[in-house]
């Protein structure tokens, strides 16, 4: 018992005393207030959080994370096949290929995918 105690009370004073030693001997600038401003991806944190956010910027976004999301679930298809009867592991593929290029023509079509007017 008396062992954890002393493991616990060396490792505080040594945080504590490290905490102190960094405060005194550390640089501080007061006086820049661009460096003490959070920085939030390029977005200036002074102006207005009201800002015009581009909807097409948005919907690319979306898009690639649901084909990432896609990517990831088709990884482990030669694993399954391997497993599975070959002939419904061929079927669910390409179902699950069909539904894809489905979703990517109607994007497309729709112009979801023209990044410039």
Do not use: Q
């Amino acid at each position: 018992m008396m062992d954890y105690f002393f493991c616990f009370f060396l490792s505080f004073t040594l945080s504590f005393l490290f905490w102190v030693l960094s405060f005194f001997l550390g640089k501080r600038s007061f006086f820049d207030e661009e460096k003490n401003s959070p920085f939030e991806c390029g977005f200036d944190p002074n102006l207005s959080a009201r800002l015009p956010f581009s909807m097409r910027f948005f919907l690319l976004a979306v898009l690639f994370l649901i084909f990432d999301v896609e990517i990831v679930l088709l990884m482990p298809v030669p694993l399954v096949l391997s497993f599975s009867s070959w002939e419904s592991g061929v079927v669910l593929c390409v179902l699950f290929f069909m539904v894809l290029l489905v979703g990517l023509f109607h994007e497309w079509k729709e112009g979801s995918l023209n990044w410039v007017f």
